[in-house]
């Protein structure tokens, strides 16, 4: 309960720091009202720092992110950052999806998010000195020192400045520090606190230290172009004046080169399915032809059937009514003449017999 109530009193007072911050559009901060609205983050990671910076710009646009990583719980790493692109969200924003709690905190944190943004806006190289002011007080403050987490080093920018520079002790994995603004700055730490829960900010403000939540896996930094590559930050003092312009150019040249790759690789993916259905057509198209062909063959078999049958049924009823005429008797051939012959003979028996009984009678009547 105590540590509950600690983080709900340490969130009420950056709150009200912030509304007390006279961040209107177009105008200038001071050095100490950007303090307090970069304390919350100023000990964040240089690569990490960049993309909330970035992202600040657009708050609506994080309250998007937050929603949208809400919806899609089970997406992780890359599978997370390609469907995050996928689904339109610029680099800057990819990145930070990987970092759903700290997406949280901009989003939930509109009023500040706003404020960093246009603070970010009218002068840049303010709020890097702001940054710097910061991890100097909280460096001599003892709270600030290369961890197991993080590395901490001062390096010189490209203009000769020198620079206090916070990376992950592994590149493949980044930490978010958990910290209490109002007092890591000036109370000298003991100890670091490492925590995986949501309560890691209230622990590390009763121990006065930085905490961090659990590493969040990158992956080799070659291969995460989003938080190290083309698109995020190289490491080192790039992020810091003029270094920032070069950078910056550099990015978007970076991003103009991955577009065209991957306009490309669309292109080459279009031309590929484009030859896979007009080979299916093909395919399509040969084997209508082929049934077509086949019911036309079946079609001309049937009529050469069909006329088979017809002769072979009109042969058989030649053969028919020969057989009946041959049965009649009324056949005419070589043996009609024989029994043509035979009658003809039997009748003129009979008319010779008739006569001779008429001769016969006839002699009898004149006796």
């Known amino acids: 309960m105590k540590r509950s109530v600690l983080a709900l009193a340490i969130a009420a007072a950056l709150v009200v720091a912030v509304d007390r911050l006279s961040l209107d559009a177009g105008a200038a901060a001071t050095p100490a009202e950007l303090d307090a609205l970069l304390a919350p983050v100023a000990l964040y990671p240089d690569q990490l720092l960049a993309q909330m910076l970035l992202c600040s710009a657009n708050p609506g646009k994080v309250a998007a992110l937050n929603e949208w990583i809400k919806s899609h719980p089970t997406l992780k790493g890359t599978e997370l950052q390609d469907a995050a692109s996928t689904s339109g969200f610029e680099d800057s924003y ?24 246009r603070a970010f806006a009218a002068d840049k190289t303010a709020v890097f000195a702001s940054v710097q002011r910061l991890r100097a007080k909280a460096k001599a403050a003892g709270t600030l020192k290369t961890t197991p987490q993080q590395q901490v080093e001062t390096k010189t920018t490209s203009s000769g400045e020198q620079v206090i520079v916070i990376e992950p002790a592994n590149p493949q994995v980044v930490y978010v520090p958990q910290y209490n603004p109002q007092v890591v700055y000036t109370q000298p730490a003991t100890t670091t606190v490492v925590k995986e829960s949501s309560s890691s900010s209230a622990d590390a403000a009763l121990a006065g230290v930085i905490g961090f939540t659990a590493g969040i896996a990158i992956g080799a930094a070659i291969n995460n172009n989003y938080y190290y590559g083309p698109y995020g930050w190289h490491g080192g003092a790039y992020m810091y004046n003029d270094a920032w312009d070069d950078w910056a150019d550099h990015r978007e040249d970076a991003r103009e080169d991955w577009q065209d790759h991957r306009e490309d690789m669309y292109d080459e993916r279009s031309d590929r399915a484009k030859d896979a259905q007009d080979t299916r057509t093909d395919r399509q198209q040969n084997a209508q032809q082929a049934r077509t062909d086949q019911q036309a063959s079946g079609k001309t078999r049937d009529a050469a059937q069909s006329r088979t049958t017809s002769t072979a049924t009109q042969q058989t009823s030649r053969d028919t009514g020969t057989a009946a005429r041959e049965r009649s008797g009324t056949k005419s051939d070589a043996f009609s003449g024989y029994s043509s012959g035979k009658s003809e003979r039997a009748a003129s028996q009979r008319g010779q017999k008739s006569r001779s009984s008429s001769r016969s009678g006839g002699g009898s009547r004149r006796r």
Do not use: C, I
Request: charged share 10%; glycine share 4%.
């Open 94 to 117: 990819v990145a930070l999806a990987l970092f759903p709690t700290v997406v949280e905190y901009m989003a939930v944190q509109a009023d500040w998010t706003a404020k960093l943004g």
